[in-house]
């Protein structure tokens, strides 16, 4: 069955440093791999996603997630955090059957300290 | 990106009557529209898929008679709670998604429904 994990509930992080969201992923065929933000009280915002081509791949707001095809995993980063950048963090894999529905991890608050 | 609307952001219903929620994408045609049900601190718990003219595929354990799914145009759904119940209350979220697979679904804003 297709799943994802995220097996971090919380990541703390000083504002400034390096941050890291993880995401591993179990899905029959080539994934097709996203990140979504989500603020309170508000909707899902697209991040990145991965497709094909470079591993690396960069998103909105200065974030990017490394694909890592034998270890199953697509990583959520950022060099630098932002306080700003505190929000709830789901990672997703597009399920291989109809519909092109998502599958998402339990998603990962992240909180960016002053 | 692409432009989803959910209407209304927040509604509160007293027990026994029926909301109607309505999510739009703006800006490109979504051949299906997904619904989805957040519980405080957890993840989006899929409810149904609907594709345009066709009935909406509910997930297991879903109440189709509850939950009315109406997907008449490419640019709206429609999500009915009928007969609405204390323990209905949550955030509702809808996203948009156009025919290809490589392609990210867009996200409403969500609507909050509380029912007294």
């Known amino acids: 069955a297709q799943s994802v994990a995220q097996p971090e509930d919380q990541v703390n992080v000083a504002e400034g440093n390096p941050l890291t969201v993880k995401c591993t992923y179990s899905?029959?065929?080539?994934?097709?791999l996203f990140w979504y933000v989500q603020y309170p009280n508000r909707g899902l915002q697209f991040l990145l996603k991965?497709?094909?081509?470079?591993?690396l791949v960069k998103g909105s707001y200065g974030f990017e997630a490394e694909f890592n095809k034998s270890q199953t995993s697509f990583h959520l980063k950022k060099p630098s955090a932002l306080v700003s950048d505190s929000a709830l963090y789901f990672c997703a894999v597009r399920d291989p059957g109809g519909y092109n529905k998502l599958i998402f991890g339990a998603g990962t608050r992240l909180a960016v300290h002053p | 990106g692409a432009v989803v609307s959910q209407h209304p952001s927040w509604v509160i219903c007293k027990s026994g009557t029926s909301v109607k929620i309505e999510c739009r994408s703006l800006d490109f045609q979504a051949t299906t529209m997904f619904w989805y049900r957040q519980f405080p601190k957890q993840s989006l718990m899929l409810m149904a898929t609907s594709n345009e003219g066709s009935k909406a595929t509910y997930e297991q354990g879903v109440e189709k008679d509850k939950f009315l799914i109406n997907h008449a145009s490419l640019t709206l759904s429609t999500l009915t709670v009928t007969s609405a119940h204390p323990e209905d209350s949550s955030f509702y979220i809808c996203?948009?998604?156009?025919?290809?697979?490589?392609?990210?679904?867009?996200f409403g804003q969500g609507t909050r429904l509380t029912v007294v």
């Open positions: 991965y497709i094909t081509g470079d591993n």
């Open positions: 996203s948009a998604q156009g025919p290809l697979k490589n392609t990210e679904a867009f």
């Open positions: 899905v029959s065929g080539n994934p097709y």
